[in-house]
C-alpha cells in the first residue's frame, strides 16, 4: 500500500513520510517515534540527543564552502492528531496510518493522514540523510506534544538550540509565509449530578449527530462548518422544553484542536409522546440541514429506539447544563483590526461528556491578543459557573508577534519569487504554532514558519497535496542555498 506512496516525487521525502507514518506517534504517547528518531539520527552518524521533556535534536555539519552561514534550526513537532470516523476499526496506540493517492492528494483510509506536521519531519529527515544538498550547519529540532499542550516546545530549555534562524515548517498553504500565530488556552469544566431512575412507561431513543467536515479548530474555525456538540445541545434543549426527556448520556467530539464532527446521545421520555417526538425532531433535523446546506452538504442525523437505560440526569442539572452549552460562545468571537481578513478571538466547544453522574465539557480558546484571549475565557468560565460547574483554565501558551523586518522573510520572500515568479503571501495564522513559545527562551533567534498544502487537518478528511509537496521541496531546497 506505501509502495504507491514512496513513488512519488520528490522520493525522498515521500519515503520518510512512509517510513515515518509507520510508527505510532499520538499525542502524549510519543515514546515509539522519539525512539525511532534517535535512531535515525545515529545511523547517520550525525550528534543526537533527547532533552528532559523529550524533544530530539539532531546536528549536521555544513556542506564545504557554508561553513561560516548562520546556523538553521530546522524545526517540526513528531506528533499527530489521532481522530478516525466512527466506523473505522483502528487503534492509534498500535498501528500505522494507511495511505492512498487520489488524483493530486495522499489521503488516509478513515483516519487523519499525519501530514500535519509529519510533512516537515520527513522534509528534515530528507536533508538530515543526504549527500548532495548544499547547506548551512543544520540543528534539527523534532518537538513532542505540539497538538494537545505543547509542551516539549514549553520544555526545551534556553542554551540548548544553537540555530541562529528557525524554520518552522508547520503551516498548511505553500503560497503563505507566515509570521505570526495565535495562543491559546484550555477551558475545562466539570460536575456532578444526581441520577434518577426512568420513570414507568419510558421509550428511550438514540440521537447520533455524524458527518460533518470537522477540521483544525484554529485555521478551520472561520469556514462555518458545524459543531455536532452544538447541534446536538439544539436537539436536546428543544425536547426537553417540548417533551421533557431525560439525558442518559452524551458523547460528543474528542480532541479541542479538533471541531467535532459527531455527538452521541441517548434520551428517555413518555411513551405516549412517541408519535408528537418523531414529528418534532424530524422537523427540527430539516431545519439544521437547512441552515447548514451550503457547507455541511453530508450532515446526517438520525434518530432510534434503543434499549431504555438504568438511569437519567436530575431535571435541574439537565436544564442547567443544557443552558449552559447553549450560551456558552463557539466560533469566531472577534476579527483582528490590524491585519486584513485574520481571526484574532476564536472559541471550539470540543468535547462534551455527560454519564454515570459526571459532566465534563473541554474548550479550547484562541487569541493573538493575549488580554482578548482572557476576556473570552472569562465570558466562557462564567457562563459554565452559572450551571455549577467547576471550571479550570489551564495549558496556556502565548501567541507568537509579527516580525515584519526579518532577515529570513526578506530571504523567503525574494526566493519565492525567483522560483515562482509571483509574491507569496505573507501572513499570520489563527493556529497555534510552537514559534511564540520557543522565542521566550530564544528571543534573538530568527523565526518564519511555511509548509506544503494541506486539506482538512486534525480531521480523517486530511490530505496533502502531491504537487506542493514538490514545490515545498524546491522552495526549501533554494532557501538553505542562500541562508545568510
Not at 494537545?148 to 530549555?157: E, F, S, V, Y
Not at 482578548?372 to 495549558?395: N, P, R, Y
Not at 509537496?469 to 545568510?484: A, M
Request: with cysteine.
Amino acid at each position: 500500500m506505501n509502495q504507491e506512496i514512496e513513488q512519488l516525487e520528490p522520493k525522498r521525502i515521500w519515503n520518510n513520510f512512509s517510513k515515518l507514518n509507520a510508527v505510532p506517534r499520538p499525542s502524549k504517547k510519543e515514546e515509539k517515534v522519539i525512539e525511532f528518531m534517535l535512531n535515525f539520527g545515529k545511523s547517520l552518524q550525525l550528534e543526537t540527543f533527547k532533552d528532559e521533556v523529550g524533544n530530539v535534536i539532531i546536528r549536521k555539519e555544513a556542506s564545504i564552502g557554508m561553513e561560516d552561514c548562520k546556523t538553521l534550526t530546522l524545526q517540526s513537532h513528531l506528533d499527530m492528531v489521532h481522530q478516525k470516523n466512527s466506523s473505522t476499526d483502528f487503534d492509534f496506540d498500535t498501528q500505522g496510518i494507511e495511505m492512498y493517492v487520489d488524483g493530486d492528494w495522499v489521503r488516509a483510509r478513515g483516519t487523519t493522514l499525519g501530514a500535519d506536521n509529519g510533512m516537515g519531519v520527513a522534509a528534515i529527515m530528507s536533508l538530515l540523510e543526504s549527500h548532495d544538498i548544499p547547506h548551512p550547519p543544520l540543528e534539527a529540532l523534532f518537538t513532542i506534544d505540539e497538538e494537545t499542550g505543547m509542551t516539549g516546545a514549553m520544555g526545551l530549555k534556553g542554551g540548548v538550540l544553537k540555530g541562529k534562524i528557525l524554520l518552522n515548517l508547520d503551516t498548511e498553504e505553500d503560497d503563505e509565509i507566515d509570521i505570526g500565530c495565535a495562543g491559546g488556552i484550555d477551558i475545562t469544566a466539570s460536575r456532578t449530578y444526581e441520577e434518577q431512575t426512568v420513570p414507568k412507561e419510558s421509550i428511550a431513543y438514540s440521537i447520533s449527530v455524524k458527518g460533518l467536515h470537522g477540521g483544525h479548530s484554529g485555521m478551520d474555525i472561520h469556514r462555518g462548518f458545524g459543531n455536532a456538540n452544538k447541534i446536538m445541545n439544539r436537539l436536546l434543549f428543544k425536547s426537553t422544553e417540548e417533551f421533557g426527556i431525560g439525558v442518559s448520556q452524551i458523547d460528543g467530539g474528542s480532541l479541542r484542536n479538533a471541531i467535532p464532527r459527531e455527538s452521541f446521545a441517548t434520551v428517555v421520555l413518555k411513551a405516549d409522546r412517541q408519535e408528537d417526538f418523531e414529528v418534532k425532531i424530524s422537523k427540527w433535523v430539516e431545519d439544521i440541514k437547512r441552515e447548514n446546506s451550503f457547507v455541511e452538504t453530508n450532515l446526517d442525523i438520525s434518530l432510534n429506539k434503543v434499549k431504555i437505560p438504568v438511569k437519567i440526569m436530575e431535571k435541574t442539572a439537565q436544564d442547567k447544563i443544557l443552558r449552559a452549552v447553549y450560551g456558552a460562545h463557539n466560533g469566531v468571537y472577534g476579527m483582528s483590526a490590524a491585519i486584513p481578513d485574520l481571526v484574532e478571538t476564536s472559541n471550539n466547544i470540543a468535547r462534551i461528556e455527560v454519564k454515570s453522574g459526571k459532566i465534563r465539557i473541554g474548550c479550547l480558546t484562541r487569541s493573538s491578543v493575549n488580554t482578548a484571549k482572557i476576556d473570552l475565557a472569562t465570558s466562557l468560565k462564567s457562563v459554565f459557573e452559572l450551571a455549577d460547574c467547576k471550571v479550570t483554565l489551564t495549558g496556556e501558551y502565548p501567541g507568537w508577534s509579527p516580525n515584519p523586518n526579518s532577515e529570513i522573510l526578506e530571504v523567503l520572500k525574494d526566493q519565492y519569487e525567483i522560483l515562482f515568479n509571483e509574491q507569496p503571501q505573507v501572513v499570520a495564522c489563527h493556529a497555534g504554532l510552537e514559534c511564540g513559545i520557543l522565542g521566550k527562551n530564544y528571543p534573538e533567534i530568527d523565526m518564519i514558519s511555511f509548509g506544503p498544502t494541506i486539506k482538512g487537518a486534525h480531521s480523517p478528511d486530511e490530505r496533502v497535496s502531491i504537487s506542493s509537496v514538490k514545490k515545498f521541496w524546491t522552495f526549501l531546497l533554494q532557501i538553505l542555498k542562500n541562508t545568510p
